[in-house]
């Protein structure tokens, strides 16, 4: 059974920077595809962004140019670097790996932006 445990969330104010982690219980890139999502209070699960294999990243229009993904072999981790966040970025983030069909997921982490 994969797990992903995330880490690094907390308040930040407007305009700041915050990186998640997520370590999950095996390599990062022997997956098909890592990734991120987010839900912010009263709203739907969105899609935030997703890294393959190979490391290439993908990222939703409205995040492209203030998040970032990384991951590093050694450590079977994964980073979500978010700059210039809003109180729009407010919401609990989940990190997720898949194989094929199957999609394990973190249990959430919660990112606070308020000045």
């Known amino acids: 059974q994969v797990q992903l445990v995330e880490s690094g969330g907390g308040w930040v104010q407007p305009g700041g920077s915050l990186t998640l982690s997520c370590e999950a219980s095996r390599q990062i890139f022997k997956f098909d595809v890592v990734g991120w999502y987010r839900q912010a209070p009263g709203n739907q699960r969105e899609y935030v962004g997703s890294?393959?294999?190979?490391?290439?990243?993908n990222f939703v229009d409205s995040f492209q140019g203030r998040f970032t993904m990384s991951g590093d072999i050694a450590r079977n981790t994964m980073w979500l670097r978010m700059n210039g966040v809003t109180p729009d970025d407010t919401a609990v983030y989940y990190c997720y790996a898949q194989d094929g069909s199957q999609k394990f997921w973190g249990q959430g982490i919660q990112v606070t932006v308020s000045s």
């Open positions: 890294m393959t294999g190979s490391g290439r990243t």
